[in-house]
């Protein structure tokens, strides 16, 4: 389960409802969250038009994918995982 709450997502076990994990560095906002169909990623997109993949083990960002011309609206995992989507305010 994830929170979207200024640049930071926060990663919680569902079981003992404690913080997992912090991720951050999305300067204006993170505005879409989606899994890797096998959980171990997750990607995040922003406000200032940024997507960032991320190690949901370390919480390091894994690659930085470069920027749309406006936000990021969505993103979505192809079902092998091995394509993402991305939407824009374009």
Not at 36 to 46: C, F, H, M, N
Not at 59 to 86: N, Q, Y
Request: aromatic residues 4%; without cysteine; positive net charge.
């Amino acid at each position: 389960m994830g929170q979207v709450k200024g640049g930071v997502a926060r990663l919680w076990d569902i079981r003992t409802g404690k913080t997992v994990r912090t991720l951050p560095e999305h300067g204006k906002g993170i505005t879409a969250v989606a899994f890797s169909p096998d959980g171990r990623t997750l990607a995040t997109g922003g406000a200032e038009g940024v997507a960032r993949l991320w190690d949901i083990r370390t919480g390091k960002t894994v690659r930085t994918l470069p920027e749309h011309g406006k936000g990021i609206t969505a993103v979505a995992f192809s079902p092998d995982g091995r394509t993402l989507a991305t939407g824009g305010a374009e």
